[in-house]
C-alpha cells in the first residue's frame, strides 16, 4: 500500500511502422529499455502478469525502439509498455536533468463531473500571481503539464462565468505535499457534546506518532470525522489510526510479493494467509520492508489492542476520487474492522505496494512489488472502495466554499 512517489501518467505514442527494416536504435535506449523490461520481469508483484505475455510486449516494444531519438520520446514508447499491464504505480519517470519531465503550474485540480476545477493554488506559484483562483474550471486541461519553465496558456472560467486567459509558467510544486499532512481540531457543537476532525493527507514515516497526539487530545469526543479526501498513500502507519476504533488486535491486511506468490503457484487462501504469523506496530517504510522480507514475501499486518484508549464515540471516514493508495487502504480497514460509514465518493482505484527503483543514467522505475489482499483472501488491488453514503460535489460548492461531504458527516456522527 505505499506510495513512495507521485504519480504521473504519459500518453502512449502510436506510430504506423514500415515493414522494412527499423533503423538502429540509440545505444543507449537499447540498454535502458532491456534494463527496464528486466526489472518489471523480475520484481513484478504477479508472477503471471495480470494475464499477460510480458515477453511478447517486450518484444513489441523492442522492435519500435528506432522511435525514441529522445528522452521524451522513450519516455513515451517505455511507459506505453508498461501501460499494457494495467496496473497503478508502474511508470518511469526520465532524469529531471533532461527536461523530459512534464510539470503542473503551481495549482491542484480535481475532476469534478466532466470539470477539471481548481481546488488549490501554491503560494509563491506564478499561477498565483496570475490570477488562478479557487473555483476556476479549466477548459483546456491538456494544457497542465508541460515543460519546467515554459509558459502554458489556460482557457478559465472564473466562479462568476467569466472567461478569461491565463499565461501560467510550469512549475514544480507537487513535491513535498503539504505539512503537516496530519492535523486535527475539536468544535463544541452545543453543552457536553465536542466533535473532532482529523485531516490526514498522507500516512508516512511519523503518522503514527501524530495519530497518537490527535486521538489523545479528541479523547473527549463525542463524534469523530476523519478526512482522507486529499490522501495520497503512504505506508502502513494508517493502521495505528485504525487501532483506536477496532478493539481487540485483529488481522487488517496482507501485503504479498512475488517471492512468496511464485513458489505458491495459484492464488492466497485465507488458510495461507492465516499462517502468516501476525505483524503489529510496523508503522516506517523500513518496518513494513522488513517483515515482508521476514516474511519470505508476505506478511499479515494487525491492529492493535489499546484497551482503554479505543475511541467510544461514532466515526465516519470522508472519501473521494483523490483518495489513493493508503489512504483507499484506511478506508478498508476502517470499514471492515470499525465498522465505519465511508462517505463521499468512489476512491481512485490506485491501490498496490510499489518501490522506486534507480535506473541508469537517472532514470527512475515505479514498480508495483506487492499486492495487497483482504486476510481472507480478497484481492483488493486497483479497485476503488465504494462509499456507503455516496455524495456529489460540483464546481460552484468549490465556488461557494460549501462542502456537502462535512454536512453529512457532521449529521451523521452528532449525539441526537
Known sequence: MTLRTLAITFAGLS????????????????????????????????????????????????????????????????????????????????????????????????????????????????????????????????????????????????????????????????????????????????PGVKLGYIRADRFDDGAAALADQAMADLADTQGLVIDVRSNTGGNMSGLRLVSYFSGESRPAVALLGRSYLAPLGRPATAADLARLPPVRGAYTTEAVVGAIKAGQGAAVFHSEDLGAKRYKGSVVVVTSTETASAGEGFAIMMRELAGAKLIGRPTAGYLLSSDVIP??????????????????????????????????????????????????????????
Not at 486476510?375 to 462542502?403: I, M, S
Open 15 to 190: 506510430i504506423l511502422c514500415s515493414p522494412a527494416r527499423a533503423a538502429e536504435p540509440p545505444r543507449a535506449y537499447g540498454a535502458l529499455f532491456e534494463e527496464l523490461w528486466k526489472a518489471v520481469d523480475e520484481r513484478f508483484y504477479d508472477p503471471g502478469f495480470h494475464g499477460r505475455n510480458w515477453t511478447a510486449i517486450g518484444a513489441r516494444y523492442r522492435a519500435r525502439l528506432g522511435e525514441a531519438q529522445d528522452d521524451a520520446g522513450f519516455a513515451r514508447l517505455a511507459n506505453g509498455m508498461l501501460d499494457e499491464l494495467d496496473v497503478s504505480h508502474l511508470y518511469l519517470m526520465p532524469p529531471a536533468a533532461s527536461g523530459a519531465r512534464g510539470v503542473g503550474i503551481g495549482a491542484l485540480t480535481e475532476r469534478i463531473g466532466k470539470d477539471e476545477v481548481v481546488v488549490g493554488v501554491v503560494p509563491l506559484s506564478d499561477a498565483q500571481r496570475r490570477g488562478l483562483r479557487v473555483g476556476d474550471r479549466i477548459a483546456n486541461p491538456e494544457g497542465l503539464r508541460g515543460g519546467l519553465g515554459q509558459p502554458t496558456t489556460l482557457q478559465v472560467v472564473g466562479c462568476d462565468g467569466a472567461r478569461r486567459t491565463l499565461v501560467i509558467r510550469h512549475e514544480s510544486a507537487a513535491w513535498p505535499l503539504r505539512h503537516p499532512g496530519f492535523e486535527w481540531r475539536r468544535i463544541t457543537v452545543r
Open 359 to 416: 535506473l541508469t543514467g537517472g532514470w527512475r522505475l515505479t514498480l508495483p512489488v506487492d499486492g495487497v489482499w483482504a486476510p481472507d483472501g480478497r484481492d483488493y488491488a486497483d479497485k476503488p472502495v465504494q462509499p456507503d453514503v455516496h455524495l456529489t460535489r460540483t464546481a460552484a460548492d468549490v465556488c461557494r466554499a460549501d462542502d456537502p461531504d462535512l454536512a453529512k458527516a457532521v449529521e451523521l456522527v452528532t449525539p441526537p
